[in-house]
């Protein structure tokens, strides 16, 4: 046991009194590379499975048209943007403001697209600035590429008061006057609450 750790010791004063080490660079190398590789295993693999789903039909810019909960209920367009995050391993949206709309000069809303949900697909967004929370529910159709879907938005009004109504998602711009075409023809038609 005394000549080991005369030996170690020996061997230490050696190293220290040389003043370099001896590293074996390619081992380092080599092993920094094997730590690496479930990372870039799990970004290729999260990227494979995504191009193998249905979730790439809603890369790309959409327009949503609905109608406003202020005022005389007028149909507004919005445009957004969908696009794919390695990083994240999920759809990520960014809405641009509306245009024209005095209300609402500002608001730009970040979310995400949820997996399909049976035939639905949910676009939870929110405004960084007003912290304002806005739920989209679309149907997902069967076909891809697809040119419009519907569906309906669940939000808060100006006023603090949960609102919803139809909406459309739309690969290409409309006229506001087909848009609000569209969601009467795909609206189904209920009766006011009585007033107390």
Known sequence: MAHLVQLVSGRRRQLSTRGDMDINWAEVLIGFLLGLTPLVGRQIYTSIKFYRTSRRKFLGTFWIYHRSTTGDGSMKERQINARYSLLFGKLLVQTAP???DPA????????NISRREGMVRYLTLNDPSSHEIITWYVIDPLFDPFDRTVGIYLALDLSGLPTSGPLIMSRTRMQLGEADTIIESHVLKVAPLPHS
């Open 98 to 100: 509306m245009s024209g």
């Open 104 to 111: 609402d000069p500002t608001l730009s809303y970040m979310g």
